[in-house]
């Protein structure tokens, strides 16, 4: 299993030196990725969690540039509310400064709202999604120009350079909980990304799209809440690192093979002893 850190961009505590001091944590302790998250207008309705958050893609940019080793990840950007051709060369931009170190995890969203305040329309989001992953491909492929004509988007001979570093563009996911979601990652993407999704159900719902594999790779990637208590209070990832680590070895055998982490912790201090803990007693005891 390889483990990355979501980082604090959200949340009335996040600030650029919570954002940095665990990303530089987060690559002195090994883990493998840190990983933003998405919203841009919000309803203050729906605004409870994320409604103060630091854009994503401006932030990757520069996680970029203040980090070496680590990969950097989107989780997750919300692919229909944004022009395709714009995400494609910004994440090609971001891949090429960061010599070849993105990882782009897309969604369709869950606000009607924030849809509403940023002009598009919610009611055919999936449809566009599908298109819109395939504008990522066709884009990070082409080379020198590419050309495409679908049902929303039309362009041609686009010259979008220069190109990602990593070559057919950044590992591509699919991201969210349901069965829909996981059969349009088996169709446009390299992987499906989860959110707090039980091991069992995530081996059951993976079970039902063996076959369409056909034995290709594809990488199941959960995020998940960490919480070391002195018991499990019945959250994907709590309790003691004993009680974790017979958790984490569940989810592998359900199937996943990469789990980023969201540390409960109520200051930096403590984000960083949990990031310390689970790197020092969890990980080494993992099969």
């Given at each position: 299993m390889n483990f990355g850190v979501v980082l604090p961009t959200f949340g009335p505590d996040a600030s650029r030196l919570a954002i940095?001091?665990?990303?530089?944590?987060?690559?002195?302790l090994g883990y493998d990725s840190v990983w933003v998250t998405d919203h841009l207008a919000l309803p203050q309705a729906d605004s409870?969690?994320?409604?103060?958050?630091?854009?994503?893609?401006?932030?990757?940019?520069?996680?970029?540039?203040?980090?070496?080793?680590?990969?950097?990840?989107?989780?997750?950007?919300?692919?229909?509310?944004?022009?395709?051709?714009?995400?494609?060369?910004?994440?090609a931009t971001i891949d090429a400064l960061s010599g070849g170190r993105v990882i782009f995890t897309a969604g369709i969203g869950w606000s009607e709202g924030e849809y509403t305040?940023?002009?598009?329309?919610?009611?055919?989001?999936?449809?566009?999604?599908?298109?819109?992953?395939?504008?990522?491909?066709?884009?990070?492929?082409?080379?020198?120009?590419?050309?495409?004509?679908?049902?929303?988007?039309?362009?041609?001979?686009?010259?979008?350079?220069p190109p990602p570093v990593q070559s057919g563009g950044p590992p591509l996911w699919v991201a969210g909980n349901s069965p829909a979601a996981l059969k349009r990652a088996v169709y446009y993407a390299d992987g499906w990304h989860p959110t707090s999704l039980g091991a069992e159900k995530t081996a059951e719902q993976l079970s039902a799209v063996k076959p369409l594999l056909g034995g290709r790779p594809f990488t199941v990637c959960s995020r998940l809440h960490i919480a070391f208590t002195?018991?499990?209070d019945g959250k994907p990832l709590s309790g003691t690192p004993e009680q974790i680590r017979g958790q984490l070895q569940a989810y592998k055998q359900?199937?996943?093979?990469?789990?980023?982490?969201y540390f409960e912790a109520e200051s930096a201090g403590e984000r960083e002893r949990g990031m310390q803990l689970f790197q020092k007693e969890i990980v080494p005891g993992l099969d």
């Open positions: 940095i001091d665990t990303a530089l944590a987060a690559e002195r409870a969690r994320f409604g103060r958050i630091f854009e994503a893609l401006t932030t990757l940019s520069y996680l970029a540039a203040s980090t070496s080793r680590l990969r950097l990840g989107i989780s997750t950007l919300v692919l229909p509310q944004r022009n395709p051709v714009e995400v494609a060369k910004e994440i305040n940023l002009g598009q329309n919610f009611k055919n989001r999936a449809r566009r999604m599908d298109e819109a992953l395939k504008v990522l491909r066709t884009i990070w492929r082409a080379g020198s120009a590419a050309s495409f004509q679908g049902d929303f988007y039309r362009f041609t001979q686009a010259v979008i350079s002195s018991q499990t359900a199937g996943v093979d990469y789990v980023i982490l």
